[in-house]
């Protein structure tokens, strides 16, 4: 059974700064690994989806890497802004179901 | 990316009736779509897969008549919760599958977030 982790669970950071988030999963033949946002009371956004066999995806200030074997992927958010205080989901979709992590809740301070 | 919609929204119905939520997969073809929910700061839990032509799998501690799954077509699936109660208050989502090109991915609704009173 696929386990997915998010860590860490929250996190607070200044605006400007540069944060990672992460994401490790406990069952590596995945087909691909999709990072979303997700506001209070509000659906998902999907920001960046990596299929298994690439290694990164990058959009504007957000980027993702997977390293399938180790199972682990990470989100890196440069030159955070208040805006982007979410939650920030990973799911790993592996023979047709996704499982998703926790989530990370990131409060970014103006 | 696809597009997947969800029908409605919100809702807000009282204790005892049923509701039914539209996914439609805008752009493309499912033969798979899959039905999560989500409660409160928690994370989202697969409730069930839906097939197009043949009943839905569900997982283990679903209940499958209160929670019914169409699949009519390939492009469509429907939940219906029947005899809402307020523990059903929560946020459905659901995905569509697409396959092909030696990909395998979902692409998610925006959800419903249903309210039980």
């Known amino acids: 059974k696929q386990e997915v982790t998010q860590i860490p669970a929250a996190l607070s950071v200044p605006e400007g700064e540069n944060l990672v988030l992460n994401c490790s999963f406990t069952?590596?033949?995945?087909?691909?690994l999709q990072w979303f946002r997700q506001d209070p009371g509000k659906g998902l956004t999907s920001l960046l989806l990596i299929q298994s066999s690439q290694r990164e995806q990058t959009s504007g200030r957000l980027n993702a890497s997977l390293d399938k074997s180790s199972g682990r992927s990470t989100l890196y958010i440069a030159a955070s802004q208040p805006g982007d205080s979410a939650t920030y989901l990973c799911a790993v979709t592996g023979a047709g179901k996704s499982t998703f992590g926790d989530g990370t809740t990131l409060t970014v301070k103006p | 990316g696809a597009v997947v919609s969800q029908h409605p929204s919100w809702v807000i119905c009282k204790s005892g009736t049923s509701v039914k939520i539209e996914c439609r997969s805008l752009d493309f073809q499912a033969t798979t779509m899959f039905w999560y929910r989500q409660f409160p700061k928690q994370s989202l839990m697969l409730m069930a897969t839906s097939n197009e032509g043949s009943k839905a799998t569900y997982e283990q501690g679903v209940e499958k008549d209160k929670f019914l799954i169409n699949h009519a077509s390939l492009t469509l699936s429907t939940l219906t919760v029947t005899s809402a109660h307020p523990e059903d208050s929560s946020f459905y989502i659901c995905s569509a599958r697409r396959t092909g090109g030696g990909t395998d991915t979902q692409y998610f609704g925006p959800g419903t977030r249903l309210t039980v009173l």
């Open positions: 069952d590596s033949a995945i087909y691909n």
